[in-house]
């Protein structure tokens, strides 16, 4: 009953709880058997739609067509990291400026020297597992930026997996009474709450929520507990749009 | 059987042969391009199942339509994610589209459609769906073969899972099985099924 292989027949055709399918496409990480076993049973379930083929309407064809224009294909995944060094782009935060940013960055980051040497396995918390997930997927893409005060933070987002994670490095910790907080940021334009960063100066964090068809990924800072909507422009911004 | 098989584009006789040409994993590498004539050629191979499994899952035509669209959408912008060494095209696409239509039918569904009984969930499908059936292409009938050779429990788990969007707990209460035995009967099912038709080697 708790083998976690005996998942697979479910998983190939999508009968697993949400919580159910985490724990098993975390075991899946490390185990080829069941990555072979899930081919070839989605494979088999496949079958099952040549026995329910139904001609779709005709309309179908050219809204696919259509719709297909103004999305651009993912590009192949390369084993370099991608190049995808980010400077920040107010744009997609209307209406700050960038005046307004770095000012804003050089305001709340107080110059930190620190000789703690960046190790983001240190840490065993369970989150990790989830993070590793991430930095090393096949379509892991980073967005790095270094701040005035030396400090520097990498995002890193894997549609595949659906989740961004945050490495960070020599961050001075929010003011007193204050959270940085983190955003995924949609397609629509909307920033989603992504969880509030640790007091650590060197963290790994694993954005909350679905990060699959993220435009971009900001911190800002909030009042301690964090906000439903940021309440101040971003100390930073990472632009994952082209990603 | 081949799993790289194409339906017929577009031909409302299901026993003529897909034209040369149609290797859906040529298609998808052309699709990961941008090349848009490619994607449409995967759509005329594969839009009957896609829709067809879409329609059996969320039963409502126009939801089907929209599941189908996602799904394409999704099959052109990760087109580049599908690799040839883990499994065929088909499999790849037929995944993606099960996914949405059943993260469609599980979200579509509030708490109080969720007391819905398993009859009137199995409603029968409308008439051009039957209609289909009754054309039985030689891979439905293929399908239909491999399935008679499931124990009825395991038959009815997978379709209860596939066709249904059920999790297997939810299939496990539905087909009155203690708690847990559903995944195995799926399972057991699915390895029957692939060793029969030949897939999944």
């Given at each position: ?78 084993t ?29 980051l ?134 | ?65 929209e ?33 949405k ?6 979200s ?29 292409s ?9 399935l ?43 390895i029957?099924?692939?060793?029969t ?5």
């Open positions: 009953m708790n083998d976690v292989h005996a998942l697979s027949g479910a998983y190939a055709v999508d009968a697993l709880d949400p919580a159910e399918r985490a724990l098993f496409e975390e075991h899946l990480d490390g185990c080829e058997t069941c990555r072979a076993e899930v081919e070839s049973l989605r494979e088999a379930a496949a079958t099952l739609a040549d026995d329910a083929a139904v001609a779709p309407p005709a309309g179908l064809r050219d809204r696919v067509l259509a719709e297909i224009q103004t999305v651009r294909p993912l590009p192949p995944v390369t370099a990291p991608a190049s995808n060094v980010s400077v920040l782009r107010p744009r997609r935060w209307r209406p700050w400026t960038a005046a307004t940013l770095v000012a804003a960055a050089a305001a709340v107080a110059v930190v020297v620190t000789t703690t040497v960046w190790q983001p396995w240190a840490d065993e918390e369970p989150a990790l597992t989830a993070a590793e997930q991430v930095l090393e997927a096949d379509d892991a893409v980073r967005a790095s930026q270094e701040f005035p005060d030396g400090s520097r933070a990498t995002v890193v987002l894997s549609r595949s997996e659906g989740r961004a994670v945050i490495l960070t490095e020599d961050m001075a910790p929010a003011p007193s009474g204050k959270d940085y907080e983190l955003w995924l940021q949609t397609p629509a334009g909307d920033m989603e709450p992504a969880g509030l960063m640790p007091d650590d100066s060197d963290a790994t964090v694993v954005l909350d929520g679905d990060a699959s068809e993220a435009t971009g990924v900001g911190i800002t800072v909030e009042p301690d507990g964090g906000s439903p909507e940021p309440s101040t422009p971003p100390i930073a911004v990472f632009d994952l749009s082209e990603a | 059987m081949d799993p790289g098989h194409t339906e017929p584009a577009g031909t409302p006789h299901p026993g003529v042969p897909a034209a040369p040409g149609h290797d859906l994993a040529a298609l998808l590498k052309h699709s990961a391009r941008g090349d848009r004539a490619a994607f449409a050629d995967l759509y005329d191979a594969t839009s009957r199942r896609v829709y067809g499994l879409a329609l059996r899952v969320v039963r409502d035509p126009a939801q089907a339509e599941v189908a669209q996602e799904a394409y959408l999704e099959i052109w912008r990760t087109a580049s994610r599908y690799d040839p060494e883990r499994g065929s095209a088909v499999s790849w696409l037929l995944t993606i589209a099960h996914r239509a059943v993260d469609r039918v599980r579509a569904e509030a708490a109080a459609r969720r007391d819905e009984t398993y009859h009137h969930r199995n409603q029968p499908v409308d008439h051009d769906a039957t209609a289909e059936a009754a054309h039985a030689l891979e439905a009938r293929r399908v239909r073969a491999a008679a050779g499931l124990t009825d429990v395991q038959r009815e788990a997978i379709e209860l899972a596939y066709f249904g969007g059920y999790t297997h707990t939810e299939v496990a209460g539905l087909l009155d099985l203690p708690v847990g035995t559903a995944k195995t009967r799926i399972r057991d099912g699915l029957r099924l692939r060793d038709i030949g897939v999944g080697g």
